[in-house]
T-cell receptor, first 115, second 110 residues
Framework: DTGVSQNPRHKITKRGQNVTFRCDPI?????LYWYRQTLGQGPEFLTYFQNEAQLEKSRLLSDRFSAERPKGSFSTLEIQRTEQGDSAMYLC?????????????FGPGTRLTVT | AQRVTQPEKLLSVFKGAPVELKCNYS??????LFWYVQYSRQRLQLLLRHISRESIKGFTADLNKGETSFHLKKPFAQEEDSAMYYCALSAAGANSKLTFGKGITLSVRP
């Protein structure tokens, strides 16, 4: 296991198109998080899953955004009708929720550019 | 609401100089505080967390609940410490979302 992976690494799309990103967490990790990072800012929380259940969604996650983790393994983040303001780095992280100390392991991110 | 403030964007020091990266937080409950680091062309990774009270790569950070601060310190900076550093907060024991500051670029000159 080489850690959290994300695909694609880069995506350029035209305004109005739909895009989908994938995140593969570390295999034994039951929690999966999505963050968004824009230039000059720290990562901002979007949503997270425990297994296949989506437990929390940020107000940043508009109706155009949807995330799934159908079998409690990989997750997808879809953005419909993209806007230029959606241009950002989308980060995925995973962790093992076991009641004790934990660490969120981050993927390399998917950089989205909306033209 | 949770908020993390890193008041400086850039800190540039010479090798061997002391480093202090400031972090202040706002949270009504009991927080867990973290420092994450991102080296050039690498992914974000955990540097240290306050509950472990460890020194990682010579860095330490003490949670000061009175001043709501979690400053990162190192007595003698090395060139390989040059990176982007983010302070982050989570609700204690909840293993939930992280709230990050805007980050600070540390540049260590030879």
């Amino acid at each position: 296991d080489t850690g959290v992976s994300q695909n694609p690494r880069h995506k350029i799309t035209k305004r109005g198109q739909n895009v989908t990103f994938r995140c593969d967490p570390i295999s034994e990790h039951n929690r999966l998080y999505w963050y968004r990072q824009t230039l000059g800012q720290g990562p901002e929380f979007l949503t997270y899953f425990q297994n296949e259940a989506q437990l929390e969604k940020s107000r940043l996650l508009s109706d155009r955004f949807s995330a799934e983790r159908p079998k409690g393994s990989f997750s997808t983040l879809e953005i419909q009708r993209t806007e230029q303001g959606d241009s950002a780095m989308y980060l995925c992280a995973s962790s093992l929720h076991s009641g004790g100390a934990y660490e969120q392991y981050f993927g390399p991110g998917t950089r989205l550019t909306v033209t | 609401a949770q908020r993390v403030t890193q008041p400086e964007k850039l800190l540039s020091v010479f090798k061997g100089a002391p480093v202090e990266l400031k972090c202040n937080y706002s949270y009504s409950g009991s927080p867990e505080l973290f420092w994450y680091v991102q080296y050039s062309r690498q992914r974000l990774q955990l540097l240290l967390r306050h509950i472990s009270r460890e020194s990682i790569k010579g860095f330490t950070a003490d949670l000061n609940k009175g001043e709501t601060s979690f400053h990162l310190k190192k007595p003698f900076a090395q060139e390989e410490d040059s990176a982007m550093y983010y302070c982050a907060l989570s609700a204690a024991g909840a293993n939930s979302k992280l709230t990050f500051g805007k980050g600070i670029t540390l540049s260590v000159r030879p």
